[in-house]
């Protein structure tokens, strides 16, 4: 069966999205469109260019998450500055290792820009400071920058979805007319975005499913606000959510798998080989028990 597949944000959590492309696998299921946010985006952009649930096992497993946090060499020895970074550049790390990294793994699939994708096949949401808005790339590349897709880095765009807020620096992007635009995590605005792939105009070309890596009850909650920090939280949190539940409100029964991984931080990098492969597990037994009741 013929799907479309939309990841959501989440950090190191993603591990579980390994789980859910295997039971997917197992039940021949078969992503033809794939979109995402932060975390979700680096799946996404390796979906699309081909790689294959195993392979993307053998890579995330063996990977050390912490080889890609860079900072400045005077940075490491002196920690402090590590904070006035951010006080600076808006975030603790540069992110080029990060970018690398998924530039090579595209390059091995021989996708380098959006031309080596077919049209419409991935879609990543990055929200813009700059003018206050969520964006979709490669979508609105052309219609807000008046740069081309056809010319512009896959890899760059994933690295500005997944830009967690004050982890990773922004990126700096330039339109047409030098004008700059600071560019991070697309889940600030919209952690799964589901309405890429469906419209209330046009029925569905395939079946969407949304995969989720809070649990149901944390997605949905009306949090109790009794405290600056708990309204800090709830503040972050509406701020994620409130386009997408404006969005699931109006579709009955949306395809969402929730993948219950709210035990783990999102910015945990020292993540152990054997939470990873509970994350991975947890993913396989949502997804297929959602099969299941769904399909």
Avoid: C
């Amino acid at each position: 069966m013929k799907i479309d597949a939309v990841f959501s944000g989440g950090g190191v959590k993603a591990f579980a999205f390994l789980g859910a492309l295997e039971a997917l696998e197992n039940k021949n299921y078969q992503i033809v469109r794939a979109a995402g946010s932060s975390a979700g985006a680096i799946v996404a952009g390796l979906l699309a260019a081909g790689y294959k649930v195993n392979e993307l096992n053998q890579i995330m497993l063996s990977k050390d998450l912490k080889v890609l946090l860079d900072s400045t060499k005077l940075e490491k020895y002196l920690p402090f500055l590590k904070w006035l970074s951010l006080y600076r550049s808006f975030g603790l790390y540069k992110g080029h290792l990060f970018e690398k990294w998924i530039e090579d793994l595209l390059a091995d699939k021989g996708v380098y820009t959006f031309a080596d994708l077919e049209r419409d096949q991935l879609k990543l949401t990055v929200a813009d400071l700059s003018i206050g808005r969520l964006v979709v790339l490669p979508d609105d590349l052309q219609q807000v920058y008046g740069l081309s897709p056809e010319r512009f880095s896959v890899a760059k765009a994933i690295r500005m979805s997944a830009g967690l807020p004050y982890f990773f620096r922004p990126i700096k992007l330039y339109d047409q007319e030098a004008k700059k635009h600071l560019m991070v995590d697309g889940a600030l605005l919209s952690s799964l975005p589901l309405w890429l792939f469906k419209s209330p105009d046009q029925k569905a070309i395939r079946p969407v499913i949304g995969f989720q890596l809070q649990s149901k009850e944390k997605y949905f909650t009306n949090f109790n606000i009794n405290n600056g920090l708990q309204f800090s939280k709830t503040l972050i949190g509406t701020m994620r959510h409130a386009q997408d539940l404006r969005y699931i409100s109006k579709h009955e029964q949306p395809n969402i798998v929730f993948l219950d991984t709210d035990h783990v931080s999102v910015a945990d990098f020292s993540l152990s080989r054997q939470v990873r492969e509970e994350l991975i597990e947890t993913g396989k037994e949502k997804t297929t028990q959602f099969l299941i009741r769904s399909f």
